[in-house]
T-cell receptor, first 112, second 116 residues
Framework: GQQLNQSPQSMFIQEGEDVSMNCTSSSIFNTWLWYKQDPGEGPVLLIALYKAGELTSNGRLTAQFGITRKDSFLNISASIPSDVGIYFCAGQVKTSYDKVIFGPGTSLSVIP | EAGVAQSPRYKIIEKRQSVAFWCNPISGHATLYWYQQILGQGPKLLIQFQNNGVVDDSQLPKDRFSAERLKGVDSTLKIQPAKLEDSAVYLC??????????????FGEGSRLTVL
């Protein structure tokens, strides 16, 4: 079945640095989504991408939908302490009910 | 607008006991999801409802897990009997509708289950 891979698994960066993380799959997805999860909370949507090649920004966050529709990346510029958390990519499969599948996550730690 | 409500937040039970989780989605959201999130992993879809009908339960361990969504609003997820490997956070999410250019799921805070 469909499976998503995320890299890196975890990262430790200094405050102010830029961050880049990737999501890949052997399957094609119609929509790519990036969620962030804080401890003890449910995931919250950061960015949604609906077209191959699409580049979308949300404040300091930028994400792209890969041309092959099998990958996506998320960049965070000028990281701040509140960026700490787990970032999940998710892919939406084109079915009659549009299933959403999550990757294993990238854990981000920001050192002040 | 009220978010997705889940209860209880925490539950500790012995193996072979039963447990039930409740979810009230955002008003008007047609689609409701139950995900299982084991520590250090991403959410795994257990069951997806469209209104009060099941559209995907392919990863639900049906010998021990059951879920219902009466009247297309709130939902309960039950585990009976529980196993050690069921220890996880059970996340409920809802979305407005299926279809293209969607995928925005709104999650509750989750119900953390510990099976001893």
């Amino acid at each position: 079945g469909q499976q998503l891979n995320q890299s890196p698994q975890s990262m430790f960066i200094q405050e102010g640095e830029d961050v880049s993380m990737n999501c890949t799959s052997s399957s094609i997805f119609n929509t790519w989504l990036w969620y962030k999860q804080d401890p003890g909370e449910g995931p919250v949507l950061l960015i949604a991408l609906y077209k191959a090649g699409e580049l979308t920004s949300n404040g300091r966050l930028t994400a792209q939908f890969g041309i092959t529709r099998k990958d996506s990346f998320l960049n965070i510029s000028a990281s701040i302490p509140s960026d700490v958390g787990i970032y999940f990519c998710a892919g939406q499969v084109k079915t009659s009910y549009d299933k959403v599948i999550f990757g294993p996550g990238t854990s981000l730690s920001v050192i002040p | 607008e009220a978010g997705v409500a889940q209860s209880p937040r925490y539950k500790i039970i012995e193996k072979r006991q039963s447990v039930a989780f409740w979810c009230n989605p955002i008003s008007g959201h047609a689609t409701l999801y139950w995900y299982q999130q084991i520590l250090g992993q991403g959410p795994k879809l257990l069951i997806q409802f469209q209104n009060n009908g099941v559209v995907d339960d392919s990863q639900l361990p049906k010998d021990r897990f059951s879920a219902e969504r009466l009247k297309g609003v709130d939902s309960t997820l039950k585990i009976q009997p529980a196993k050690l490997e069921d220890s996880a956070v059970y996340l409920c999410a809802s979305s407005l509708r299926p279809g293209p250019n969607t995928g925005e799921l709104f999650f509750g805070e989750g119900s953390r289950l510990t099976v001893l």
